[in-house]
T-cell receptor, first 112, second 114 residues
């Protein structure tokens, strides 16, 4: 799986949009971009994934650049409960077991 | 519905002892994963089960680590002759089948080896 690069930490004011960047310059054409987050003392939680089109669900939006070398996770109205470590993961569908390869992620701190 | 559960939530043991960590996946999920997370790091893959069989155990660090899933549901991670370096949070995840389905994680077992 391709390696990803994320900033180690970010701050965001409550109610504002949180934009978390991820670089994956070596991504292959068949690799998806996944985002998980991990709130303190909990297991990781799936947020969203995409291949090349932008995606939106009830939790977040995922913007993938046209060359697919980077992406941005957007939390449109961050709350204190969004404080967590956010992991950007790229993975290929092999039809078999698909382990997740986590980096160190971005620690997002949402403040009043 | 019930999520992935793991027991115990915390385990303290002495160096050299044997420990077992249990994972109850979401009902009906055929794929089960074990990960290990050290302080300040992201989770690292250990082993993946599809049904009762270990389809990928490439992440197990050495032969002191072993996992089973005899009936295709509950899984047990077993660590022999524990070492202080085994101290970590052990996470279990399950997904409906395999492939690209979402993995749902349990809260983890915090293992401390003294």
């Amino acid at each position: 799986d391709a390696k990803t690069t994320q900033p180690p930490s970010m701050d965001c004011a409550e109610g504002r949009a949180a934009n978390l960047p991820c670089n994956h310059s070596t991504i292959s054409g068949n690799e998806y971009v996944y985002w998980y987050r991990q709130i303190h003392s909990q297991g990781p939680q799936y947020i969203i994934h995409g291949l090349k089109n932008n995606e939106t669900n009830e939790m977040a939006s995922l913007i993938i650049t046209e060359d697919r070398k980077s992406s941005t996770l957007i939390l449109p109205h961050a709350t204190l409960r969004d404080t967590a470590v956010y992991y950007c993961i790229v993975r290929v569908f092999t039809g078999g077991g698909n382990k997740l390869t986590f980096g160190t992620g971005t620690q997002l701190k949402v403040e009043l | 519905g019930a999520g992935v559960s793991q027991t115990p939530s915390n385990k303290v043991t002495e160096k050299g002892k044997y420990v077992e960590l249990r994972c109850d996946p979401i009902s009906g999920h055929t794929a089960l994963y074990w990960y290990r997370q050290s302080l300040g790091q992201g989770p690292e893959f250990l082993i993946y089960f599809q049904g009762t069989g270990a389809a990928d155990d490439s992440g197990l660090p050495n032969d002191r680590f072993f996992a089973v899933r005899p009936e295709g549901s509950v899984s047990t991670l077993k660590i022999q002759r524990t070492e202080r370096g085994d101290s970590a949070v052990y996470l279990c995840a399950s997904s409906l089948f395999h492939g690209m389905e979402t993995q749902y994680f349990g809260p983890g077992t915090r293992l401390l080896v003294l």
